[in-house]
């Protein structure tokens, strides 16, 4: 039996009255092992749910949704870290676990690296690197240990290091990675 999970995002989009914004939401289950193929994709039984009315409608029909599918058991809410996302959750989805987009997190860290190495690429790489397989393996832990270490010279420096320390501070009950990986959760809201 695999996880149900969901996610939800927000577009753009142009109308004949200005731009409005698309909500999207998807609820399926996830398969490490399942292929990029149609047919691989097809098993994952994903459900896609769009409005460009309110978001409490799409947040009620999507939980709805995945609460069925789910059956008594937990879901996984995956989302890229904006506040709204996670918003209402507890009225419609009150058996969930709320995971960080661990693809936003890697952006995230990747502006971090850039910053404490301006002038050595190759060191942020490395640095980069060594903060993904520290979230993976252990969790949010090192990487805010390492932020509250770090003594940026320059304004701009500065200034990322305040907002990525209290950005990670915030999130880090939703970056458990490791323990989401073992109970076979997703961690990106790539569906």
């Known amino acids: 039996e695999r996880p149900v999970a969901l996610g939800f995002?927000?577009?753009?989009?142009?109308?004949?009255?200005?731009?409005?914004?698309a909500r999207v939401g998807v609820v399926y289950e996830p398969d490490w092992v399942a292929g990029r193929t149609p047919e691989a994709e097809?098993?994952?039984?994903?459900?896609?749910?769009?409005?460009?009315?309110?978001?409490?409608?799409?947040?009620r029909t999507v939980c709805a949704r995945a609460r069925e599918r789910a059956a008594g058991e937990v879901v996984a809410v995956v989302c890229d870290g904006a506040a709204l996302d996670w918003v209402d959750l507890d009225?419609?989805?009150?058996?969930?676990?709320?995971?960080?987009?661990?693809?936003h997190v890697l952006e995230r860290v990747a502006e971090i690296s850039k910053a404490m190495h301006?002038?050595?690429?190759?060191?942020?790489?490395?640095?980069?690197?060594?903060?993904?397989?520290?979230?993976?393996?252990?969790?949010?832990?090192?990487?805010?240990?390492?932020?509250?270490d770090w003594?940026?010279?320059?304004?701009?420096?500065?200034?990322?290091?305040?907002?990525?320390l209290a950005y990670f501070k915030r999130q880090q009950e939703r970056m458990r990675y490791p323990d989401y990986l073992r109970r076979g959760f997703p961690i990106g809201s790539g569906a």
């Open 9 to 21: 995002d927000g577009v753009m989009i142009p109308t004949w009255d200005g731009y409005k914004e």
């Open 42 to 59: 097809a098993s994952l039984r994903k459900e896609y749910f769009a409005t460009t009315g309110s978001r409490e409608s799409l947040v």
């Open 91 to 103: 009225g419609y989805l009150p058996n969930r676990v709320e995971i960080l987009d661990f693809y």
């Open 118 to 148: 301006p002038e050595a690429p190759a060191t942020a790489a490395q640095w980069r690197v060594q903060r993904k397989q520290e979230l993976l393996q252990w969790g949010p832990g090192t990487l805010l240990q390492a932020l509250r």
């Open 151 to 164: 003594q940026p010279e320059g304004e701009s420096a500065q200034e990322v290091r305040r907002v990525q």
